[in-house]
Every structure is written in C-alpha cells, then in structure tokens.
Nanobody
Framework: QVQLVESGGGLVQPGGSLRLSCTASGSISAIYAMGWYRQAPGNQRELVAV???????NYAASVKGRFTISRDNAKKTVHLQMNSLKPDDTAVYYC??????????????WGQGTQVTVSS
C-alpha cells in the first residue's frame, strides 16, 4: 500500500509565504512525477506545479514566479514553496504522485489534502 502525507498548510496574510511538503511511503519501487494540485470551493481541481524524475518542472501560469516545486528523491518528498500569496490561492492543496508499486505496477496516488487560506 502507498500513502502520501501532506503538511504545511494554514492561514497566512496576503503577501506571505507557506511551504507545503508531501512524503510518500509504502512498497515503492520508483516515483516518476510528483506534483501539487488545488481545488477551491466551486472550482475544479487544477494543476499547480509538477516535477518529474528527470528534473523538469511545470507550473500553472497563475503561480509562475511565485511558487517553486522541489523534490528530495532520497526522502520520497516533494515541497512547494509558495511566496507572495494572494487570496485567490486559497484552496485545498493535494499532492499527487505517479508511482511504481512493488509487485503491483504503476499508478497515480493522491494525498488527503491540506487547506491553505490567504486572508487578512
């Protein structure tokens, strides 16, 4: 079984910063892409940022220049550094990973989500 555990959400004022972390655990043979998605009330879940196992990254236009995704492959962890936060960034943030599970094969796994609220 594979589990993704997120941490680092919370309440922050506009212009502030937060750092999200997500760690994968379980019978993992390989991790391919790891990324962050978010879903605000009434909206569809959207991609925020993704980092592949070949060190390429991709960002949503709305966060480019403000957010930075990074991976610690040894710790099976992905981070999302969020700076210059805006009220529009308020959402539940979900970690997603593309993982090869030992004796099971490749699949996509989601974390439970962590709330980020940007408000004065």
């Amino acid at each position: 079984q594979v589990q993704l555990v997120e941490s680092g959400g919370g309440l922050v004022q506009p212009g502030g910063s937060l750092r999200l972390s997500c760690t994968a655990s379980g019978s993992i043979s390989a991790i391919y892409a790891m990324g962050w998605y978010r879903q605000a009330p009434g909206n569809q879940r959207e991609l925020v940022a993704v980092a592949t196992n070949t060190d390429s990254t991709n960002y949503a236009a709305s966060v480019k220049g403000r957010f930075t995704i990074s991976r610690d492959n040894a710790k099976k962890t992905v981070h999302l550094q969020m700076n210059s936060l805006k009220p529009d960034d308020t959402a539940v943030y979900y970690c997603k990973a593309d993982i090869w599970v030992t004796l099971r094969g490749r699949g996509e796994y989601w974390g439970q989500g962590t709330q980020v609220t940007v408000s004065s």
